[in-house]
């Protein structure tokens, strides 16, 4: 069985006539003329899986994490203007005591952890806010989705970390890269692989994972460099370790 790019199908000249595209692409192999895609070995795949899906949760969580700040901020409740975190140990704290039925902003404050309570005055003006009960009940719900969202985002990295021993070299080296963390090194070997005898140079890797300029010229002159439709995952793993080291 080869799996080839329809893209390539396409590029190949000589159809003259109005064949089906099944006698064409039958014919077309009978030849030599179709080259086969780059098919990540099994463990490469299912690793990409959990790592996609983590990628969606953490997106969601982080979806869930903005309506909470958004809920708050329109009772009136500056919490990021003193803590970057909302969901941090101190925000999570003064978030549930609210939906408890405790909305008295110096005792809300006091709830503040370690450095944080440095910034008890801050906190005390930033929490003075009318919170009505349709606020409480969207924290309420907001909390009560986000908790799984965390348990299910643990279970996939707990499973990651379980199959990753195989390619625990080259996550190693991956996260020497300045701005590279251990999440994101997971992503880069499940997205591009361990095995860079694949790609006979840098530019052949950016052009498979559809990272490279397009080159549509006619008569000379250069009409478009954007790049073609690609992989949606890979692209964003990518473009967010680019941001990240800064290349």
């Not at 969207?138 to 908790?147: A, K, S």
Request: net charge positive; proline share 5%.
């Amino acid at each position: 069985m080869l799996l080839v790019n329809p893209q390539h199908i396409k590029q190949v000249p000589g159809r003259k006539t109005d064949v089906k595209d099944c006698q064409w692409i039958a014919q077309l192999l009978q030849h030599g003329l179709l080259r086969g895609s780059f098919v990540p070995p099994k463990s490469i795949r299912e690793l990409r899986a959990l790592t996609r899906q983590r990628s969606q949760l953490v997106a969601e969580k982080a979806a869930v994490a903005n309506r909470i700040q958004k809920t708050l901020e329109d009772a009136n409740i500056k919490f990021n203007s003193v803590a970057s975190d909302v969901l941090g140990v101190s925000g999570r704290a003064m978030i549930r005591v609210p939906i408890a039925g405790q909305e008295d902003s110096d005792e809300l404050a006091e709830l503040a952890r370690q450095r944080l309570r440095r910034k008890l005055p801050a906190f005390r003006t930033a929490l003075q806010g009318p919170i009505t009960e349709h606020h409480l009940f969207m924290l309420r719900m907001l909390m009560i989705q986000l908790d799984p969202l965390e348990g299910l985002i643990a279970g996939f990295s707990a499973r990651i970390e379980a199959v990753m021993p195989p390619f625990a070299a080259a996550v190693e080296r991956l996260t020497t890269i300045p701005g590279v963390d251990q999440r994101m090194a997971e992503s880069l070997v499940a997205e591009i692989g361990s095995d860079m005898e694949r790609y006979p140079r840098a530019d052949h890797l950016a052009s498979w994972a559809v990272m490279s300029p397009g080159n549509d010229q006619s008569v000379g002159k250069r009409r478009s460099g954007r790049t073609t439709k690609g992989d949606r995952w890979r692209r964003q793993t990518l473009t967010q370790v680019a941001g990240e080291t800064g290349t």
